[in-house]
C-alpha cells in the first residue's frame, strides 16, 4: 500500500471536511467493495495452493498415503487429512463435480 499526500489528490474544501473528524493523522481509506480482492489473489497464492491442494488429493487417490503427502508437501498429517476432507466436501457439495 502506497502512500498519498491528500493535498496533492483531494478538493482543499474535502480536505477541510476531513480534517474536522481526522486532523493531522495518516488515515487509511478502503477500496471499493466492488474493486477489493480475495485473500490471494493479487500475488497468486490462491491458485498455487488450489494447485497444490488438487495435486495431494490426486495422489491421495493414487495410492499414497498421508505420511509420504505430509513429508513430500512439509506439511502435517492432520493437514492432509485436512485438505481431502475439504476436497471431499466440496465435491459432495457440486453434486459429484469436482471440475476436472
Known amino acids: 500500500m502506497s502512500y498519498v499526500n491528500a493535498d496533492e489528490v483531494l478538493p482543499e474544501d474535502l ?3 476531513i480534517q474536522k473528524y481526522v486532523d493531522g493523522k495518516v488515515l487509511y481509506i ?7 480482492m480475495g485473500w490471494g489473489e493479487k500475488n497468486g497464492a490462491k491458485n498455487r495452493l488450489a494447485k497444490r491442494n488438487k495435486e495431494i488429493v490426486s495422489r491421495f ?3 499414497e ?5 505430509g513429508k513430500m508437501f ?8 485436512g485438505i481431502i476432507r475439504e476436497y471431499e466436501s466440496s465435491k459432495n457439495q457440486n453434486g459429484g463435480s469436482n471440475n476436472e
Request: avoid cysteine; proline fraction near 4%.
Open 65 to 69: 498415503t498421508i505420511a509420504e503427502l
Open 30 to 36: 478502503p477500496r471499493r467493495s466492488e474493486k477489493a
Open 74 to 81: 512439509f506439511l502435517s498429517e492432520k493437514r492432509i487429512q
Open 15 to 17: 480536505i477541510r471536511e
Open 61 to 63: 487417490n493414487s495410492g
